[in-house]
């Protein structure tokens, strides 16, 4: 594999894990628990969703193969797609949402803080725009992670149950394979390494504080970054696709 | 019998588009605790860069004039034109009054 297969397998899986979770909040509009958060749920939601648009541009630049951001987006298969698998699990209660949710911003909050030194010219402009939306999701999850923790009796039994449930699939996120050691190389993608210890020392700081315990490490969930995943995402792509497999080239 | 009101308390929504113009009034929102108040104002608020800066307020803290107050409030003023600064030279060159 040489850095520009690499480079576009980077860009892909970055962008199909902010498209994958941006579809599963988008889910949640008009489905919100409340009008407030309804409208935050779906601004989350566009905004990984305009991250993964750029990101898609970029991966067909890199590829230069004449595909465009949503040839990427629509018409792959599921077996195409890094998306991590937390990721692509379902809504659940709202406790399952925001639990998702928290591990993945805070994960993306340091990823994309990293990114900002990456030597590649586009991926630092996209983390410096990125980076400034996900502050403020880690910062909306955060409060509701506190909220329901030390809420009430039931709000701290379901979010306990959504983190022990997701628990599983938080190991998949720090896993690295030939796409990051080329680029590590290169000087163009962080070390999830170094990522990982930032991120376990904020989620135990902010569990302990919501007083919600946090998991032992176990069998930890693999898989999406050989393309394999859940039952879930098969779903996600069929509604996603429908329209362009279906007509295909539909035009608005 | 009222039905009893179970949502969270109410809070008004003060936003000022730029630095230095008064907050005006854009609505209000439900949420638990003023942190709450305070990103629940952002999220349907400030979506299309209406603001920089945003205060909420609980309602309950909000003290209005009674509507029935109106002819004993406001009336008087109605016929004291020279309140308004209209009476007067402009300057010539004075252009930013």
Not at chain 2, 29 to 52: C, F, I, W
């Amino acid at each position: 594999m040489d850095t520009k297969e690499a480079l576009f397998k980077y860009c892909l899986r970055l962008a199909d894990n902010n498209l994958v979770l941006g579809h599963r909040l988008s889910e949640l509009c008009s489905n919100g628990p409340i009008l407030e958060e309804d409208i935050a749920t779906t601004n989350i939601a566009l905004d990984l969703i305009g991250q993964a648009r750029h990101l898609y541009q970029y991966a067909a630049e890199v590829e230069g193969k004449g595909r465009t951001e949503d040839d990427l987006a629509y018409k792959r298969a599921e077996r195409e797609f890094y998306n991590t698998l937390l990721s692509e699990q379902p809504n659940g209660d709202f406790a399952v949402t925001i639990a998702r949710q928290f591990f993945i911003d805070v994960f993306d909050y340091y990823f994309y803080k990293e990114l900002l030194n990456s030597k590649d010219e586009r991926l630092k402009e996209l983390a410096a725009r990125a980076i400034k939306e996900v502050t403020y999701h880690l910062r909306h999850s955060t409060q509701w992670i506190l909220r329901l923790g030390d809420g009430t009796e039931e709000s701290h039994k379901r979010l306990q149950t959504a983190v022990d449930g997701l628990w599983m699939y938080t190991g998949e996120l720090f896993e690295m394979n030939e796409v990051d050691e080329i680029l590590i190389k290169e000087g163009i993608a962080p070390n999830l390494n170094d990522i990982k210890t930032k991120w376990e020392s904020k989620v135990s700081e902010v569990l302990a504080e919501s007083t919600i315990t946090k998991p032992e490490d176990g069998w930890m969930q693999t898989g999406s970054r050989k393309g394999m995943h859940s039952e879930h995402l098969g779903y996600i792509l069929a509604e996603m696709q429908y329209l362009q497999r279906a007509y295909p080239d539909a035009q608005w | 019998m009222s039905k009893q009101d179970n949502q969270w308390p109410l809070w008004e929504v003060f936003i000022q588009s730029k630095t230095g113009l008064p907050y005006k009034h854009a609505g209000s929102v439900h949420a638990p605790d003023k942190e709450m108040a305070l990103q629940n104002a952002r999220d349907v608020y400030t979506r299309r860069s209406e603001g920089t800066s945003i205060w909420v307020v609980l309602s309950d803290n909000i003290v209005a004039s009674n509507p029935d107050d109106q002819e004993a409030f406001f009336d008087p003023a109605n016929d004291k034109v020279y309140r308004h600064p209209t009476f007067y030279v402009m300057p010539e060159g004075a252009k930013h009054i």
